[in-house]
């Protein structure tokens, strides 16, 4: 059955100026994370550069993150998207052989822009599905191109007691009163990014998942928060700070944004890895500015 409301953030990933794995860093920005009771998934392609990590370093964040998180707030894995069933069965192995409590299963991506045929996909997510012992969290997320048909969400949720939830990334907000129409409280739903987390939870869903958390943690859990107790206003406002924050951090660059933001702030976030750079110094300008226009500061209790 579907849980509580709860907030998600796709950690980011810190690494030293010349790129190196930074685990202090990264021990310290989960610290921060968890303190704040956000949820976390770690080794995602975009936001935590997940494309970059040899196989050792991605099993290193994990099992930094068990070390950090376990116990404290729930820590997943997310990897990035696979061409092949073999990938995700191999995260989940390994996943499985630290401690994280949970993967989420990104949708096919089969090259070249082509989409699997829906018996394809099928069949990709039952071999991944049959194989790997953690929950699983089903990823439909815009990024791959299509949607997952919500028939299909269906059967495997009937078939396979180990799904735990769906994230659901996209603009279409009919497609997301589908997705948990056909869910049916059976596991959590949360959408990817803040654009319709009040659509979700008013609809019945649990939440969200951002990138803007690493940043603002306890302002993204304060929306949930608050709507849960009833307090629209002050949900409502968090809500309206959590979206100009996102749109900002798009504008001024994504994750090197979001990095360049927390050194500003002295917190731990690190460097990007190539093929991002780091901000120039002009847009860096910005991101200050950004910061001190919604006083993340105050928000997050940090020093002045």
């Given at each position: 059955?579907?849980?509580?409301?709860?907030?998600?953030?796709?950690?980011?990933?810190?690494?030293?100026?010349?790129?190196?794995?930074?685990?202090?860093?990264?021990?310290?920005?989960?610290?921060?994370?968890?303190?704040?009771?956000?949820?976390?998934?770690?080794?995602?392609?975009?936001?935590?550069?997940?494309?970059?990590?040899?196989?050792?370093?991605?099993?290193?964040?994990?099992?930094?993150?068990?070390?950090?998180?376990?116990?404290?707030?729930?820590?997943?894995?997310?990897?990035?998207?696979?061409?092949?069933?073999?990938?995700?069965?191999?995260?989940?192995?390994?996943?499985?052989?630290?401690?994280?409590?949970?993967?989420?299963?990104?949708?096919?991506?089969?090259?070249?822009?082509?989409?699997?045929?829906?018996?394809?996909?099928?069949?990709?997510?039952?071999?991944?599905?049959?194989?790997?012992?953690?929950?699983?969290?089903?990823?439909?997320?815009?990024?791959?191109?299509?949607?997952?048909?919500?028939?299909?969400?269906?059967?495997?949720?009937?078939?396979?007691?180990?799904?735990?939830?769906?994230?659901?990334?996209?603009?279409?907000?009919?497609?997301?009163?589908?997705?948990?129409?056909?869910?049916?409280?059976?596991?959590?739903?949360?959408?990817?990014?803040?654009?319709?987390?009040?659509?979700?939870?008013?609809?019945?869903?649990?939440?969200?998942?951002s990138s803007e958390g690493n940043l603002a943690p306890r302002l993204c859990v304060s929306?949930?928060?608050?709507?849960?107790?009833?307090?629209?206003?002050?949900?409502?406002?968090?809500?309206?700070?959590?979206?100009?924050?996102?749109?900002?951090?798009?504008?001024?660059?994504?994750?090197?944004?979001?990095?360049?933001?927390?050194?500003?702030?002295?917190?731990?976030?690190?460097?990007?890895?190539?093929?991002?750079?780091?901000?120039?110094?002009?847009?860096?300008?910005?991101?200050?500015a950004m910061v001190d226009a919604l006083d993340i500061r105050t928000v997050e209790g940090?020093?002045?």
């Amino acid at each position: 059955m579907a849980g509580t409301p709860s907030t998600f953030v796709i950690s980011l990933t810190p690494f030293t100026r010349d790129e190196a794995l930074d685990e202090a860093g990264l021990r310290a920005h989960l610290q921060r994370l968890g303190a704040s009771g956000i949820g976390v998934y770690l080794g995602g392609s975009g936001s935590g550069e997940g494309y970059t990590l040899s196989p050792v370093e991605r099993r290193r964040v994990l099992e930094i993150g068990v070390d950090e998180l376990a116990g404290v707030v729930p820590v997943r894995a997310m990897g990035v998207e696979p061409r092949s069933a073999a990938e995700t069965v191999e995260l989940g192995r390994v996943a499985a052989e630290v401690g994280i409590e949970a993967i989420q299963l990104y949708s096919l991506d089969m090259g070249h822009g082509n989409r699997p045929r829906p018996d394809e996909l099928e069949r990709y997510l039952t071999d991944v599905l049959d194989e790997v012992e953690l929950p699983v969290v089903l990823s439909s997320h815009q990024a791959a191109g299509y949607y997952l048909p919500t028939d299909l969400l269906g059967r495997l949720l009937e078939r396979y007691p180990s799904i735990v939830g769906v994230n659901c990334t996209n603009q279409d907000l009919t497609y997301l009163v589908r997705v948990l129409d056909v869910v049916a409280g059976r596991v959590d739903v949360h959408v990817g990014g803040p654009m319709q987390a009040l659509s979700c939870l008013a609809l019945g869903g649990q939440g969200y998942l951002s990138s803007e958390g690493n940043l603002a943690p306890r302002l993204c859990v304060s929306v949930v928060d608050a709507y849960a107790r009833g307090d629209l206003a002050a949900s409502h406002a968090a809500y309206a700070r959590v979206l100009h924050l996102f749109a900002e951090t798009r504008r001024l660059g994504g994750i090197p944004a979001t990095k360049a933001a927390l050194e500003l702030l002295g917190l731990a976030g690190g460097w990007p890895r190539r093929p991002r750079l780091p901000l120039p110094a002009e847009s860096r300008a910005a991101v200050a500015a950004m910061v001190d226009a919604l006083d993340i500061r105050t928000v997050e209790g940090l020093a002045g």
